[in-house]
Structures are given as C-alpha cells and as structure tokens.
C-alpha cells in the first residue's frame, strides 16, 4: 500500500524540503515586513499610519491564492519581474516568498500591535523620558516587551504559514502539495496512504514549532 | 546664538540670571478642560519647589509639560535659558538633562535594574560599557540597592522600585529632577526610605520639582511650596508659611483635609 514511496518515482522528502525552505525564507521575510508595518501602525507620522492600516486592512482581508498568482501573473508573467530567479522554477519560488511574506507580515503586524497594546504607557513614556528617540524606543523597550507577550500568537502565525505554502502549487512551485496532487493522480488506489502521508509530514512540522514556542512564551513572559 | 561671552543681562529676555526653569503664561487644554490657566513660574538653580494641591487640579500635566511629554497650547517653557524645541533630536537632549520619576516607577520590566540604570548612559549618552557599568553600580550603592542589581523590577518591593528610578534619571546626570507624586503608590513603611533618597538629593543642591502631600518632606526640603487648584498657582510661599498660616481659601480648605483625615 505504501508501494509509492520506495518506488523512487516521488521524491516526498525533497517536495517537504522546498516546504520548509518556503516556510522558513517567508518566516523571516514576514517577521521583518511585520515589524515594519507594526512600527508604521503606532507612528507619529500620519501618512505612515495611513499607509500601515489601509495595507493590512487590504492584505489581511485577500485570499493568499489571489496575491499568489497576482505575483505570478501580475509581477512575473506580464511585468516580466522575476526576483533574479534565472529559471522560471526559480521565479516562482521566489514570486511564492514574496507573495507569502506579503500577506504573513499583516498578520505578524497584528500580532504585534496586540503585543504593543500590553506594553504599559509609562515603559514608553519612562524610556522617552530619558531622552531615547522614537526608534529606540521602539526598538529597545516596546517591541522587546511586545515579542514576549505574543510568542504564542506568532508561533501561530507561523504555523499556519506553514500549511499556506501550499497555495505555492498553484503557481507550480514543486512543494509538498504539488507532489501530492500529482501522487493523487498516478496512485489513485493509495488514496488514504497518500492523504495520510501528507498529513503527517505537516503535523511533524508544525507539532514541534507549537511545542518549542509554547515552552520559550513562558520563560520570556515578562513579570509586572 | 553663538556661545561667546553672552552676558547674563542679555540672556535675561526670559528671567532672572540663575533660574533653571522657566514657566511663562502657559495654557492647556485637554479638549474642553482648561487644564493649565496662565502658569507663571520660575524654579531656581538648586530650588526645591514643592507642588501640592486637590487631585485633578494640574499638577502632573505640569510636570509633564517641563519636560514636553505632554506639549502646552500657548506660552513658553524655558530650560537653562533656552526654550523647549518641539521635535526630534533637539528635544530628546533636552529631555536627557531633565530627570524624571513617575508614580508608578516605570522600570524597563524586561530588563535587569543594573540595566534599567545603564541604558539611557549607553543609548543617549554614548557612555562606554565599562564608565555606564561602574556609575550605575555606585547609584545604586548611593540609594542602597545594590544588592538587587541582578534582579528584575518585579522582584524589588515598590520602595525598592522607586529607589532604582531615581538611580536611574540621576545617571543621566540631569539639570532638574520632576517628581510626580514618587511615594504615592507605595505602602506606608517604604515611604521613608525614598523621601530619605529625595531628601539627601536635596542637600546635595539638585534643582527639584516634586508633587507630593508629604508635608514632612516639604517643610525640610522644600525652598518653595506651590499650591495649584483648578488648572491655575492659587499661591507660593515657603513651607512654613503655607503650612501654619496659608492665605487664600482653597489652600485652607485643602490643608484641613489633608491634615485631618
Ligand atoms: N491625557 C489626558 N487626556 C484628557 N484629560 C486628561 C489627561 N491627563 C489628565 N487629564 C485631566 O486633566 C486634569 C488634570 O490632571 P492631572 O494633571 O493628572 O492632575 P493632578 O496630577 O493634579 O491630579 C484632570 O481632570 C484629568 O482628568
Ligand atoms: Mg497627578
């Protein structure tokens, strides 16, 4: 029943690969996007504002299929923007983590506000107060503070990154769903072995990153 | 302005030669809430000038305004002869030399006291490692927590807190220190140990501003006491006298119930 994975005609382990390499370089990218973001939510400067909350309020609020395949469509296919990938495989995994790390970052950002909202004013007004400018305050005290009280939230975030790599294979990156679907069709007798096998590569990505930080939230929770 | 040899006469436009604070005609509203009326108020160079007054009437928006946390409508806030920038890095330098302590501590929760008095050295003063390390270690001795320096804010008593907050504004070695109402959330027995600390900083000859209702503080530290009521300075006057013989009503008042609770 489980014929399909010693046949050698599917490279599983190599489809989970481009997974994790999807997840991770749009993990990061979005962590950074969404600071960015959250930062230009709590500025003094109204147009950054502005921007900020028109941005999240339209990205958040899209299907991750539509952004996806506007990258591919839009960026790739008729701006001819391709991100220095040279092959078109290449392009379409990074049109992918440009995509991901566009509508994941929404996310961080909110994650994050929700984190600056349990900051106490005075942490804010204390560090301004010493003289620290905007930045550093944002930097060094605030967002220090907003991380830790969200662990929990963003590990959610990332996993269900993790699962919305997925949509890559409607613009054919060869991620785990790819295979799959291309499985489904070949072993179609295998139906449940295949769904099954799937499913369990998933839960064994995401299972220990909800573990770990589950476990780091409660060491850097701060004490008041 | 260049820095050669301005006379005193000269810089005099906004009070006399040695006040370090200068509050003049300042107005704010929060929305319909006149909550500073015509502040008129200059605060000397070693002055330590008490604020007392009924809860609501301004006090903290006026120690707020001094160093521009909270921003005025109208009228003009001097320090050391130069008038409040507005923005920006101007304004962050300005805010390094006014020290300030809040009622409610403020320590950074999610760093240690020993790091709570380093940053600002580190951050805005560009002191190095070792120079913010060994200040910081000697402020703490100065206000009698050093044992604590590895722990974090939660874990110090509320006195021990404030103690490390005012370690923390002096590092920065500032021109003025504001207080607002420093031991008003603390139990009673720690009260002490911090007014000991403002005290001791008082006979050292740092320029103060304090709001508080600690009349044993005021009569043995205070140069001045200021009595505010309804936004605007009802009276000035040392603490003695406003104390045994205060002129206008609302001080009366106010006296009575705080002196016969
Ligand atoms: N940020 C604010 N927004 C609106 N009203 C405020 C704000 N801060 C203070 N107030 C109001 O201004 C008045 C004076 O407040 P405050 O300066 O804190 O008085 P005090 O310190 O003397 O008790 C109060 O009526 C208070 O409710
Ligand atoms: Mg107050």
């Known amino acids: ?197 799937f499913a369990l590569g998933f839960v064994l990505l995401t299972l220990p990153t909800g573990l770990l930080l589950g476990w780091v939230a409660k060491r850097v929770a701060v004490k008041r | 302005m260049s820095g050669v040899s301005v006379t005193k006469d000269v810089q005099d436009a906004a009070g006399a030669a040695d006040d370090l604070v200068v509050l003049s005609n300042v107005n704010k509203h929060f929305g319909a809430l006149h909550v500073l009326q015509d502040i008129d108020l200059s605060i000397a160079r070693g002055e330590v000038v008490v604020v007392i007054g009924p809860s609501g009437s301004g006090k903290s928006t006026l120690c707020r305004t001094i160093n521009r946390l909270e921003t005025i409508d109208s009228g003009t806030i001097t320090l050391d002869g130069k008038e409040l920038p507005s923005e920006g890095k101007e304004l962050a330098r300005l805010r390094a030399d006014v020290g300030m302590v809040f009622q409610s501590f403020n320590l950074f929760a999610h760093k240690t006291v020993l790091q709570n008095v380093m940053l600002g050295q580190l951050k805005v003063r560009k002191t190095d490692q070792a120079a913010a390390h060994a200040k910081a270690l000697s402020l703490l001795e100065r206000v009698g927590v050093a044992s604590q320096a590895d722990k974090y804010p939660a874990q110090l008593s509320g006195g021990q807190q404030q103690r490390v907050a005012i370690a923390r504004a002096l590092a920065m070695e500032p021109k003025v220190m504001l207080f607002d109402e420093p031991t008003s959330a603390l139990d009673p027995e720690m009260i002490n140990e911090v007014l000991e600390v403002m005290q001791q900083l008082a006979s050292e000859g740092m320029t103060m501003v304090v709001v508080t209702h600690e009349m044993g503080f005021a009569r043995s530290a205070a140069n001045r006491v200021v009595f505010m009521a309804d936004g605007k300075i009802v009276e000035e006057a040392t603490p003695e006298q406003f104390f045994s013989n205060p002129r206008s009503d609302r001080a009366k008042d106010f006296l009575s119930k705080i002196l016969h609770h």
């Open chain 1, 1 to 197: 029943m489980f014929d399909f994975l010693t046949s050698g005609q599917y490279d599983v382990l190599g489809a989970f690969w481009v997974t994790v390499q999807l997840t991770l370089y749009s993990a990061i990218g979005s962590l950074i996007w969404g600071i960015l973001l959250a930062g230009m939510r709590v500025s003094p400067v109204p147009l950054m504002r502005a921007f900020g909350t028109a941005y999240v309020n339209t990205v958040r609020n899209t299907p991750l299929t539509l952004l996806i395949l506007g990258c591919s469509l839009g960026l790739y296919q008729t701006l001819g923007i391709n991100l220095g990938g040279d092959t078109s495989k290449e392009a379409g995994f990074r049109l992918a983590v440009l995509g991901l790390i566009a509508y994941t970052g929404t996310f961080v950002c909110e994650a994050l506000r929700s984190g600056i909202n349990t900051v106490p004013v005075g942490q804010a007004e204390a560090a301004r107060a010493l003289g620290l400018s905007f930045f550093q305050v944002l930097r060094l005290i605030v967002l220090p503070q907003a991380f830790r009280a969200v662990v929990g939230p963003l590990a959610n975030v990332l996993i269900a990154l993790t699962k919305n790599t997925t949509v890559a294979a409607t613009i054919g990156v060869a991620e785990a769903a790819l295979l799959m679907k291309e499985m489904l069709e070949n072993e179609a007798d295998a139906l449940f072995a295949v769904f099954g096998v």
